[in-house]
């Protein structure tokens, strides 16, 4: 049944099946999410054979991501959970980029050989092809889709069949819970428009309480794209965009306990936690944040450093 209540003015709903017989979720965009990043400067995908150029090998491609931003981060979660480890090498850069255009100088070889004087940022994430030297895409959803399409055999469907709608759904969903956090922060703008933005963000964080009740994963009964997009917007949420609300908003946002329980049992996970840097984050945010800390930025909703997997 429907878990949003009330009249809404938000957009058209997109029902959320779930393998259970007369349970599904509506799930609506919190509002219009404008792209808040540039258009990726490479998009190839990975084919089934030679006909498409970049068919799938065994060890022929290779990641550089950084675990500290949010594509990353969702992208070394799935490599995880397909374990690819020997399929796909990672190669882990700095939380924080070290030339001025907000590239990484380890990937300035790959983009000049990928495009002739290219002149724009060296950007992560990247899968590159290390027979040609060259990259193949620089498109976080596209790079994830095609690792589970093509080398995820064996495992279970990141991307079940018939899940597209729902799977898309939530990953609108998770850039909208980052957008309203952010305007319900932003020290721009009036009370009304940040005091509109923690409602839309709260109405959604309800709507999966209530949704999450009795329920281990989010649209099937294993892990999914769906389950990384959630806990990825959850982990910035709490580390992130928390600063900059004051505590009684945060007091508010962490008024989920099943919403928050979820989030610590995906961080317990070795594919999910292991990869969470916590440091690396922190670093990140506030080399490029410009906005004011709030009173929020003491009230922390999870202790995300206790729940995270050990590793000797």
Same mark, same amino acid.
């Given at each position: 049944m429907p878990l949003a209540s009330g009249p809404t003015t938000l957009p058209p709903r997109v029902r959320l099946r779930t393998d259970t017989p007369g349970r599904s979720m509506s799930v609506t965009s919190l509002s219009h999410v404008p792209a808040t990043h540039p258009a990726p400067a490479f998009r190839g995908r990975i084919g089934r054979d030679a006909r498409s150029g970049h068919y799938a090998v065994p060890r022929?491609?290779?990641?550089?991501?950084?675990?500290?931003?949010?594509?990353? %981060?969702?992208?070394?979660?799935?490599?995880?959970?397909?374990?690819?480890?020997?399929i796909c090498p990672v190669t882990f850069l700095d939380p924080v980029p070290?030339?001025?255009?907000?590239?990484? /100088?380890?990937?300035?070889? %790959?983009?000049?050989? /990928?495009?002739?004087?290219?002149?724009?940022?060296?950007?992560?994430?990247?899968?590159?092809?290390?027979? /040609?030297?060259r990259i193949v895409s620089t498109h976080a959803a596209d790079i994830t889709r095609d690792l589970a399409r093509h080398f995820g055999g064996g495992r279970p469907a990141l991307y079940p069949c018939?899940?597209?709608?729902?799977?898309?759904a939530v990953e609108r969903m998770g850039r909208g819970i980052a957008q309203a956090a952010q305007q319900a922060g932003s020290a721009g703008g009036d009370d009304v428009d940040r005091t509109a933005a923690l409602e839309r963000l709260l109405d959604t964080l309800g709507s999966l309480e209530r949704w999450l009740v009795g329920r281990d994963c989010l649209i099937r009964d294993h892990l999914t794209a769906a389950d990384i997009e959630l806990w990825v917007a959850l982990v910035q949420l709490?580390?992130?965009?928390?600063?900059?609300?004051?505590? /009684?908003?945060?007091?508010?946002?962490a008024d989920h306990p099943t919403l928050w329980a979820y989030a610590r049992r995906l961080t317990a996970h070795p594919a999910f936690g292991t990869h969470l840097d916590l440091d690396g984050i922190a670093?990140?945010?506030?080399?490029?944040?410009?906005? %004011?800390?709030?009173?929020g930025a003491a009230v922390q909703i999870l202790d995300w450093a206790s729940h995270t997997p050990r590793t000797s």
């Open positions: 022929r491609y290779r990641l550089h991501l950084t675990a500290a931003c949010a594509d990353g %981060l969702r992208i070394a979660v799935a490599h995880s959970l397909l374990g690819l480890d020997d070290d030339c001025p255009d907000g590239g990484h /100088s380890a990937l300035r070889p %790959l983009y000049e050989a /990928s495009a002739h004087r290219y002149s724009g940022a060296a950007v992560a994430p990247v899968l590159s092809d290390d027979w /040609s030297g018939g899940a597209e709608s729902e799977t898309e709490d580390t992130v965009h928390r600063d900059h609300l004051d505590a /009684s908003a945060v007091q508010r946002i670093r990140r945010h506030h080399a490029h944040c410009r906005g %004011l800390e709030a009173a």
